[in-house]
């Protein structure tokens, strides 16, 4: 069973680059069919996909964030990234990663926390 832990800062001041890392563990981000996603939760509201990055390095955004978020990945620490730029207070949210497997979601990591405040 595929693991995955959220790791980064909790606060974050308005206009800078938000910064997350996903640790993944039992099981390789290059094993094939699987997409690793980041996904927020803002404080009274749904949860709102922002992207992706699939088992061979290919991206897909949300394209209400597009133009603001990047997420990369280190093969050799089996971890993938979020980096979301310009933050503003309406950035803070619980912030998931998450494993994707067939049209189905396969495992989430815990949350983390996340406060965009000066």
């Known amino acids: 069973q595929v693991q995955l832990q959220e790791s980064g800062p909790d606060l974050v001041k308005p206009s800078q680059t938000l910064s997350l890392t996903c640790t993944v563990s039992?099981?390789?981000?290059?094993?094939?069919?699987?997409?690793w996603s980041w996904i927020r939760q803002a404080p009274g509201k749904g949860l709102e996909w922002m992207g992706a990055i699939h088992f061979d390095g290919s991206t897909y955004y949300s394209p209400s964030l597009k133009s603001h978020t990047s997420i990369l990945r280190d093969t050799l620490k089996n971890q993938f990234f979020l980096q979301l730029s310009s933050v503003t207070p309406e950035d803070t949210a619980t912030y998931y990663c998450a494993s994707r497997l067939g049209g189905q979601w396969n495992s989430w990591g815990q949350g983390t926390q996340v406060t965009v405040s000066s």
């Open positions: 039992g099981g390789s981000i290059t094993t094939n069919s699987y997409g």
